[in-house]
């Protein structure tokens, strides 16, 4: 079973950045992250494959990126630049397997972007 171990995530100020990351137990086909804002679902953030392939929530291109380290493709970031208030929510890190495989989750990890 894959492991999910977050970090990151804290209290900034708008305009501000802020890196999570993301470590897996053993190989992963694809990893990435979402969020829930209160009384909101949650929704995709961003999403890299082991091919590199990358998607984005519109919301946050141009902002937001998402890479993995180049020896421990285990391994995600998510780099986060010009916060916004609206990006405010809880951070939740994924990632499946295998193509097949049921999607696991990190425990999440809050974000608030407040002045």
């Known amino acids: 079973q894959v492991q999910l171990v977050e970090s990151g995530g804290g209290l900034v100020q708008p305009g501000g950045s802020l890196r999570l990351s993301c470590a897996a137990s053993?190989?992963?086909?694809?990893m990435g992250w979402r969020r829930q804002a209160p009384g909101k679902q949650r929704e995709l953030v961003a999403h890299i494959t082991t091919d590199g392939l990358t998607n984005y929530a519109d919301s946050v291109k141009g902002r937001f990126t998402i890479s993995t380290r180049d020896n421990a493709k285990n391994m995600v970031y998510l780099q986060m630049n010009s916060l916004k208030p609206e990006d405010t929510a809880v951070y939740y890190c994924?990632?499946?397997?295998?193509?097949?495989?049921?999607?696991?989750w990190g425990q999440g990890t809050q974000v608030t972007v407040s002045s």
């Open positions: 994924y990632a499946f397997r295998d193509p097949h495989s049921a999607v696991v």
């Open positions: 053993g190989s992963i086909y694809a």
